[in-house]
Structure formats: structure tokens, C-alpha cells
């Protein structure tokens, strides 16, 4: 059954893509089995839904790749990211009606895994280099430019790693783990808009909340809950020590 609280899914063409006219449109009251996630590090996590219509197969930009998703109660945004993996289905299993789209999202977190590249730094502290890796990426970064929620403490600790080959969501999970119990997140930013009218994505870094524990949803739309890991944003590293026969002990660090 659709929606019953006041959520609703704003499914819209990306503000920066020119292959169509800006589209928008709303589809609260036509889906059905919405889940949504948040995750830690990584701030939205991925998004998943049946959308019943009658037309079900007339193209829709709005639903296509790349486009944007923004699930909102109001003015709070409870899930914001883009469209991966369309799915036209017909199946007789859900309520008789025959064909719909099947549809998922990942957050916009997502937009850190993009344009890996190499860099080296000296002696900088966290902030500067998330900076300059923004600076890099200023042409085709889908992120805010306002970094003032990156790190506001500014801590003095400072680094001189090199990251070949890294994309940014990789190397914010380095330097928060290197300054300590730290956190990374991509969630809307609170005054920005892009061009369609939605919240922009923000970058946010700050020290782990250990003390916020509770958690509020909608009731009304709850039949069932979970609790579980996700691997959303997993980052596992492994670490080899071993004995070379001329140069003595050393290890070997792989983290992807």
C-alpha cells in the first residue's frame, strides 16, 4: 500500500545534466515496500522501492540513471542520492497489477567514489588536504563547495600520506581513521539548493557522537524493523608482516 504519513519521494533529472529539460515529479502515494538507510561512515545509504502506475512502461527521465531521489517528511530530508539500476518488471506476484519499476538509490555519498587520482602531501593537517582534493574535483565534484561542516575544530595533527590512485570517499575513510575516533557523512546541506529546488549534498567530518543513541520514525508507515550491518561503506584493511631474507621485517598494508 502507498505512503501513509506525510513522506514524500521527489524523484527528479540531475540539476547538472542537459540531455533533458528539468523534470520533477512526485510519486509518495503510487510506491510501495520503501526501505532506506543510513550508515556510518558514509551518511545516506541506499534507498529501495516498488512504484505501481498505470503506464508503467513510458520512459521517465526522472526515474532514469543519475537522476536524483530526495525523500522528504516536510522540509526534513530523510533520504537524498541518485537512481542506480532501473527496473522495468512484470510479475504477477504483487497485487495483480501486473508490470512496475523497481527502483533503487544510493546516497549521495556515492559522488566521493568518483575520479580517482593521485596525490602526495607533506605535513598537512586532514583538513587541508580534503580541501585540496575538493579543489581538484571543483569541475565535476556533485558535492557542495562549503566545507565549513569538514572538520570544524580544525585539528592540528598533520599528515604526509600519499594516495595514488584514491578516490575521496577512500581518503576521508584514511584520515579519519589516522586523527582517531572520527566520522564522515554526506547529508543535505541546511540553507544550500541546487538548481532544481532540493538540498545540495555536504560533506561533514567531525569526532564520533557516542552520546546520541535514540532514533525516530514515522509509525504509521512501520510494519516491520531491523536492525543489521551494512557494507555500504565498508573499508577493510589488511596488514602482512613478514620476514625478508636481506632486508629484515617489514609489512604490507592493503586497504580497499
Known sequence: MALRSTLALYAYTSPTG??????????????????????APGGFGDLACMLKLRDARLPRPELGLFSRVALRDGLFTCFSGEWSDP????????GGLGDYVLLSALGGGVALRDDPDDSAYTTQTAQAIIGAEFSKRAANLALDADQSAVLPTAPASTFSPIYDGYTLEEICHDLAFDLGDYMWVVYEHPKNRDSAGYPTWQLRMHPRDTQATTYMALGSDILSWRVQPSQQRAYNVVQVAYVDVSGGPATVTVSG
Open 18 to 39: 542537459s540531455a533533458y529539460p528539468p523534470l520533477a515529479h512526485e510519486y509518495g502515494e503510487a510506491i510501495e515496500a520503501l526501505e532506506f538507510t543510513t550508515v
Open 87 to 94: 527496473a522495468l518488471v512484470l510479475d504477477g506476484t504483487h
